[in-house]
């Protein structure tokens, strides 16, 4: 019995389950797996399987949008990233998102819904060819395995840090819930799964800013005692210490924020990751296909409270035992130390706020979004594998019920591949580290495609292809050559100044413009797409369908306009 308890158990947990918690955590894992055998009987055939029967309305579709990135991505890693740089890191939830998310619903989502494609790399198979949409299918599947991975490493740690279970258990046990009911359901169980993990991550997690901010004193008290506590103000501006790369915590220069994050990772992520356009792609009409992401924007600008706010706070009052103050470091530096690190700082921040009951709905939403962050990757590379790989390149002919059979078994294939891939996060000196060079390897060049091909008429068939495998070689190539050499780094940022996160930034703006141009070099060297084969895939050669808006208030453009305006608002309140 010792031996068995030990499986799952090591010393050093910080806290123990009360019955009421164990019962909450209990709740959701049997809710979530009921869910999977629910949508089982509404997942027939393979529009049903892998695009919830394009039933969903506009509120399901963008809370869904919004919650598969939700994930360890927001939860963890950003709340380590605000302890490390402060508030720079909203940059990724304001710039880094909103006006990509406004571009995708207003701008591309009528290409996507009209062309009916099933999959972004099934839209560049349509204007590009079997070259492009085979290129960018291996990519996104590669990368969608790793970043389910990711997800359950930080599942794992947060079990790990808070209860002591063992991060090999805690692995197994996520995965497998996962694995259950997304092949049950499909994409339905996944979409339905995630307004419940939304709605859940929000109730768990927003009791930490709450509490955290009533302790501080208010958010005047806080920023003078990060100031105290840290020697510099530096840490709660987002754009007045931009000036220069060695005036702020990140070691990054408004060029690389505005153009590297809020232009060309931004835009790459929200507008062309099947992920979350899979979501969008299940609206049951266009108007809902527009708005999904609208909506979906209004509740991303909220998400820094329940996650920037706490690893600010932890600079403010976590303390040792000895009410000292606490110092994280580098998952590298923890291992070897002991010391707790940047990724622990929302785990540490729920259990010095939560007690027995609330402990248990904290963990259940910290879980309900690594869950989710899963389910919406693993989701995804069935959808890819299936329609893009397998059905493109392997078995064309196969009937319906067989695709709907391939997507259930890659749904488990890529989960077990998925665990093997969450070891190899261990390595990585955090878990953004390793988010941010997966998205530069493959987002970045791939959205430099996407969007010649949605408003270049000129760009052809060898153009996006070989654009888009010269973009994705040029940033692995760049990622290599700065972890062979260091002093790469000030070549690839342009300042000797620049520290690792200015890498990704700088990195993903190079490759997505080798990939624009290459594209655009190509193009011009090739035989031009006749442009009647153009209709439903470029602007200029399509006429966009009415979305049956009547009044002010149904138009997506009129709430884009008020979403834009409160971005202003808040990036002014928190220059």
């Given at each position: 019995?010792?031996?068995?308890?030990?499986?799952?158990?090591?010393?050093?947990?910080?806290?123990?389950?009360?019955?009421?918690?164990?019962?909450?955590?209990?709740?959701?894992?049997?809710?979530?797996?009921?869910?999977?055998?629910?949508?089982?009987?509404?997942?027939?055939?393979?529009?049903?399987?892998?695009?919830?029967?394009?039933?969903?309305?506009?509120?399901?579709?963008?809370?869904?949008?919004?919650?598969?990135?939700?994930?360890?991505?927001?939860?963890?890693?950003?709340?380590?990233?605000?302890?490390?740089?402060?508030?720079?890191?909203?940059?990724?939830?304001?710039?880094?998102?909103?006006?990509?998310?406004?571009?995708?619903?207003?701008?591309?989502?009528?290409?996507?819904?009209?062309?009916?494609?099933?999959?972004?790399?099934?839209?560049?198979?349509?204007?590009f060819g079997e070259g492009a949409r085979g290129l960018a299918a291996i990519s996104f599947g590669v990368m969608t395995i790793l970043m389910s991975g990711v997800n359950m490493y930080a599942m794992a740690v947060v079990m790990q840090t808070i209860l002591g279970w063992n991060i090999t258990f805690s692995i197994w046990v996520g995965a497998a819930t996962v694995a259950l009911y997304v092949m049950l359901g499909g994409l339905r169980s996944a979409i339905i799964n995630e307004v419940l993990q939304f709605v859940l991550i929000w109730a768990g997690a927003a009791m930490v800013p709450i509490l955290g901010l009533v302790e501080?004193?208010?958010?005047?008290?806080?920023?003078?005692?990060?100031?105290?506590?840290?020697?510099?103000?530096?840490?709660?501006?987002?754009?007045?210490?931009?000036?220069?790369?060695?005036?702020?915590?990140?070691?990054?220069?408004?060029?690389?924020?505005?153009?590297?994050?809020?232009?060309?990772?931004?835009?790459?992520?929200?507008?062309?990751?099947?992920?979350?356009?899979?979501?969008?792609?299940?609206?049951?009409?266009?108007?809902?296909?527009?708005?999904?992401?609208?909506?979906?924007?209004?509740?991303?600008?909220?998400?820094?409270?329940?996650?920037?706010?706490?690893?600010?706070?932890?600079?403010?009052?976590?303390?040792?035992?000895?009410?000292?103050?606490?110092?994280?470091?580098?998952?590298?530096?923890?291992?070897?130390?002991?010391?707790?690190?940047?990724?622990?700082?929302?785990?540490?921040?729920?259990?010095?706020?939560?007690?027995?009951?609330?402990?248990?709905?904290?963990?259940?939403?910290?879980?309900?979004?690594?869950?989710?962050?899963?389910?919406?990757?693993?989701?995804?590379?069935?959808?890819?594998?299936?329609?893009?790989?397998?059905?493109?390149?392997?078995?064309?002919?196969?009937?319906?019920?067989?695709?709907?059979?391939?997507?259930?078994?890659?749904?488990?294939?890529?989960?077990?591949?998925?665990?093997?891939?969450?070891?190899?996060?261990?390595?990585?000196?955090?878990?953004?580290?390793?988010?941010?060079?997966?998205?530069?390897?493959?987002?970045?060049?791939?959205?430099?495609?996407?969007?010649?091909?949605?408003?270049?008429?000129?760009?052809?068939?060898?153009?996006?292809?070989?654009?888009?495998?010269?973009?994705?070689?040029?940033?692995?190539?760049?990622?290599?050559?700065?972890?062979?050499?260091?002093?790469?780094?000030?070549?690839?940022?342009?300042?000797?100044?620049?520290?690792?996160?200015?890498?990704?930034?700088?990195?993903?703006?190079?490759?997505?413009?080798?990939?624009?141009?290459?594209?655009?070099?190509?193009?011009?060297?090739?035989?031009?797409?006749?442009?009647?084969?153009?209709?439903?895939?470029?602007?200029?050669?399509?006429?966009?369908?009415?979305?049956?808006?009547?009044?002010?208030?149904?138009?997506?453009?009129?709430?884009?306009?008020?979403?834009?305006?409160?971005?202003?608002?808040?990036?002014?309140?928190?220059?």
């Amino acid at each position: 019995m010792q031996a068995f308890i030990a499986l799952f158990l090591v010393s050093h947990r910080m806290a123990v389950l009360a019955p009421a918690d164990i019962v909450i955590l209990a709740l959701y894992f049997g809710l979530v797996v009921f869910i999977g055998f629910y949508a089982k009987g509404k997942a027939n055939t393979s529009e049903d399987f892998f695009l919830a029967g394009r039933e969903m309305t506009a509120w399901i579709a963008g809370l869904s949008f919004v919650s598969a990135n939700l994930g360890s991505l927001e939860l963890m890693g950003w709340a380590g990233a605000s302890y490390q740089y402060g508030i720079l890191a909203a940059h990724w939830y304001w710039i880094g998102a909103i006006p990509a998310m406004l571009f995708l619903g207003i701008v591309m989502m009528p290409f996507y819904y009209i062309s009916k494609t099933h999959s972004v790399p099934g839209y560049l198979q349509l204007r590009f060819g079997e070259g492009a949409r085979g290129l960018a299918a291996i990519s996104f599947g590669v990368m969608t395995i790793l970043m389910s991975g990711v997800n359950m490493y930080a599942m794992a740690v947060v079990m790990q840090t808070i209860l002591g279970w063992n991060i090999t258990f805690s692995i197994w046990v996520g995965a497998a819930t996962v694995a259950l009911y997304v092949m049950l359901g499909g994409l339905r169980s996944a979409i339905i799964n995630e307004v419940l993990q939304f709605v859940l991550i929000w109730a768990g997690a927003a009791m930490v800013p709450i509490l955290g901010l009533v302790e501080a004193g208010g958010w005047t008290k806080l920023k003078a005692q990060i100031a105290v506590n840290m020697g510099s103000g530096d840490y709660m501006h987002m754009w007045k210490t931009l000036g220069h790369f060695k005036d702020n915590p990140m070691g990054v220069h408004w060029t690389g924020i505005v153009f590297g994050l809020g232009f060309v990772i931004s835009f790459g992520y929200w507008t062309t990751d099947f992920l979350v356009v899979q979501r969008v792609l299940s609206a049951n009409n266009l108007r809902a296909a527009k708005m999904a992401p609208i909506i979906g924007s209004i509740f991303k600008m909220a998400v820094p409270l329940i996650v920037i706010v706490p690893g600010l706070l932890a600079l403010a009052v976590l303390k040792n035992p000895d009410g000292t103050l606490m110092h994280l470091v580098p998952a590298d530096i923890a291992k070897v130390t002991g010391q707790h690190s940047y990724d622990d700082v929302l785990p540490l921040m729920l259990i010095r706020y939560c007690g027995p009951g609330l402990l248990g709905l904290g963990i259940t939403a910290l879980v309900a979004g690594f869950m989710s962050g899963m389910a919406g990757n693993v989701s995804a590379f069935s959808t890819v594998w299936t329609y893009d790989i397998y059905g493109a390149f392997i078995n064309k002919k196969a009937s319906d019920k067989h695709y709907v059979a391939m997507g259930r078994w890659s749904t488990v294939i890529g989960m077990l591949v998925s665990i093997g891939t969450a070891y190899l996060v261990m390595n990585a000196a955090s878990i953004m580290d390793y988010v941010q060079a997966l998205f530069s390897f493959f987002v970045a060049p791939l959205f430099g495609t996407v969007i010649l091909g949605m408003l270049w008429k000129r760009a052809t068939h060898w153009g996006g292809f070989l654009g888009l495998l010269a973009g994705t070689m040029a940033s692995v190539g760049m990622f290599l050559w700065v972890h062979t050499n260091a002093h790469a780094l000030r070549y690839i940022a342009m300042s000797a100044d620049a520290q690792p996160m200015a890498e990704n930034l700088y990195r993903a703006l190079w490759s997505w413009l080798i990939c624009v141009g290459v594209t655009v070099v190509v193009s011009y060297m090739t035989k031009p797409v006749p442009i009647e084969q153009l209709g439903g895939l470029v602007y200029g050669a399509t006429p966009i369908p009415d979305d049956g808006a009547k009044t002010l208030w149904q138009k997506p453009i009129f709430w884009a306009i008020v979403v834009i305006v409160v971005f202003f608002v808040l990036n002014l309140i928190f220059w």
